[in-house]
């Protein structure tokens, strides 16, 4: 299984929250249960390659 670090919050009646890795895409839902099943969609919808020019970031270590 993996795992991935995503922000949330609430925002009046919605629940609002994108990945760490992905912060260009945002997703709501009704509840904090239904946000993730959201973001469980919007994860697999980025890495599956089908949504073309997805911008990610990453770290790098530099000397």
């Known amino acids: 299984m993996t795992t991935a670090r995503y922000v949330y919050w609430r925002d009046g009646n919605?629940?609002?929250g994108y990945f760490e890795e992905f912060p260009d895409y945002?997703?709501?839902?009704?509840s904090l249960e239904d946000l993730q099943?959201?973001?469980k969609d919007l994860y697999r919808d980025l890495t599956s390659g089908?949504?073309?020019?997805?911008r990610?970031?990453?770290e790098l270590?530099?000397?």
């Open 56 to 58: 990610r970031v990453a």
């Open 50 to 54: 089908e949504i073309p020019g997805v």
């Open 26 to 30: 945002l997703t709501q839902g009704e």
């Open 37 to 39: 099943d959201h973001l």
């Open 14 to 16: 919605q629940w609002l």
């Open 61 to 63: 270590s530099v000397p």
